[in-house]
């Protein structure tokens, strides 16, 4: 049943289009409305009698304190990637061609980027032209403030849920699970949070709506579910696991995110890590006073001992409102396009810099030398992949030098030209997922099957080979639709293995894991694809003012290198076509390697010849060793 009925006046449904430009040909538009991505919850509604406004933050910023890290909530919120989700220019170039691609789908976006528009009503044109200033506020004080557990708890949600939640429940609004923006907020401004305000104060602070409510549930990964999962509701999940374009112009059969095209599984991933179990003794890798993690917001918004209001006690425990995640030129970008909305450059820069020691303490990096190959593993120290979220753009990857005995290089694997902004892959491992468009979504839009980075037609997952969190199983992830693709990862991995041969010469290896939230390939996708307006060229042209999203060097290791000359079986100095010919009569397993006459031939130096061995011969010969 469609329950936009609120809104259903003032959309216009289109219909499907085809734009031709000079040296860009705009596929056809997916026929979608704004039915299509219904989701449940809270519903838009006019500021009135029956919905308080969702107040801008510079109601809440006199108390709780730009300026001053003895009160660590609004000015770390304020340069947060949360603060300006609708300020971001990355976002709002691509719902520009989400928007070209399917009808309507912007509504999708705006839902969790500027909250406050969405339930005001100002997501609709789904380009975001309706949205005001304070809609740029992005993730809101007061929205979060107010948003209610889904799960009426007694004796531990505020007694006001109930009938808030029975009220959707009787109009059909209550969500499957959380994902898409289907949060629920107090349609009256009645702040919560997980302490007792008014015990600690001796009066309520936020009592224009009614009396500030205890609320458990802001201490909870749930919370931050209802946007850090992200699906496509314009498919449906088959039986064999294959997604398929619905009925076009209404809901989701189910209205549960797992019978939807997967987008982004931050929050899933979570659910099935070991944290979400835990708590788990980090030794205080993620900041904060206390060592033990469970849920988001102890990584998220780790707690030390501060006020949380320029009147209120120093709580032991107080969260910090950093929300720091992978988000460094973006932040730049956005100090730059909005010069009027006067955000405080030293709390943006703070901010850039918690994302990027977040990022450093993300992953471990730990080498070993196994006969002539360098062994790289990367251990996941995150509760989620490694790397996790939009996937569009965002990598990581391998970063080895080779030098010589006088410090000199010898090779290199994974370059990244700092000045074209472009990568070598072919020689190393990049952590990436990449989507894509099969051949029944290609024929009904025209754009190509195959990977793809149009995010809102994309019905496959071609790769994710993205490092899974501690306590994954194959079993759980594939019921989350987050299962590795072109890799294997055995239950209970968290690290993956990289071998690298190295090369003749080498004394010394430094492996760098390198983080890059934005690739070239997606910015120039960005701006090249556009049709629309000029969102594109507004992120390219910042995208290369800040840098070209600089990679970020989350973890070096150096290891001193043994020399070697795997596959020297004659002993002459080197691999020649002499040693090739006696490999034939050691490649029948490790009994042969009793004596010593077939361990030349052992490059990997596990007790066996086999196939490594023999690459390992090859490389040595063509390196000249």
Known sequence: MHRYNSRASIITL??????????????????????????????????????????????????????????????????SAMANAARDPLFWAGMAIANQDVQDVGDLCIRCHAPK???????????????????????????????VDPVFKPGISPAVDEAILADLSSNGLLPVNLFNGSYIVDPVDRRRGPFDIIAALGFDPHSSGGPTQISPYHKSSDLCGNCHDVSNPAFTRTEDDQYVVN???????????????????????????????????????????????STCQDCHMPTASKQGCSFGPVRADMPQHDFSGGSTWMLDAVLNLNPSDNIDPKAIAASKARS???????????????????????????????????????????????????????????????????????????????????????????????????????????KDNRIPPRGFTNAEFADIQASPIGIDYADGEYWDDTRFFVPPGSTDATVTLYYQSSSKEYIEFLLNENVTNTDGQILYDQWVLTGMSAPIDMATQVIALAPHAGGDY?????????????????????????????????????????????AGMGLSLSAGL
Not at 29 to 57: H, R
Not at 122 to 145: E, M, Q, V
Request: net charge negative.
């Open 14 to 79: 289109g219909t499907a289009t085809a734009i031709l430009t000079v040296g860009v040909v705009w596929a056809t538009q997916l026929g979608t409305n704004i039915d299509d991505f219904f989701n449940p919850g809270s519903q838009p509604a006019v500021v009135g009698p029956s919905f308080d406004e969702i107040l801008p933050s510079v109601y809440c910023q006199s108390c709780h304190v730009p300026g001053t890290d003895d009160v660590p909530v609004f000015n770390r919120w304020e340069g």
């Open 570 to 614: 004659d002993g002459s100095g080197g691999v020649d076509l002499l040693d090739y010919a006696e490999f034939p009569g050691c490649e029948d397993g490790p009994d042969v390697l009793v004596g010593v006459l077939c361990e030349p031939f052992d490059c990997d130096d596990d007790g066996d010849v086999d196939l490594y061995d023999f």
């Open 356 to 462: 990027i020691s977040m990022l450093q303490r993300a992953a471990t990096v730990e080498l070993s030398q196994v006969g002539c190959y360098l062994e790289v593993r990367v251990i996941n120290q995150t509760g989620h992949k490694l790397p996790t979220g939009y996937p569009e753009g965002r990598r990581m990857w391998l970063n080895v030098q080779f030098t010589d005995v006088l410090g000199d290089p010898v090779a290199e694997r994974g370059f990244y030209d700092g000045l074209t902004a472009d990568l070598t892959t072919a020689d190393t491992k990049v952590y990436e997922a990449h989507l894509g468009i099969d051949d029944a979504v290609a024929a009904a839009t025209g754009v190509p099957a195959g990977v793809s980075f149009h995010f809102a037609l994309n019905n496959l997952v071609i």
């Open 117 to 147: 528009g969405w339930l005001e009503g100002r997501s609709t044109p789904t380009d975001g032209s309706a949205l005001t200033l304070d809609d740029r506020d992005g993730i809101t004080c007061n929205f979060c403030h107010r948003m």
């Open 247 to 293: 009925t076009l112009g209404q809901e989701h059969p189910t209205l549960d995110k797992y019978d939807m095209f997967p987008v982004e599984r931050t929050y899933s991933e979570w659910l099935m890590s070991s944290f979400a179990d835990g708590p788990i003794d980090m030794t205080g890798r993620f900041g904060g006073d206390d060592p033990l993690v």
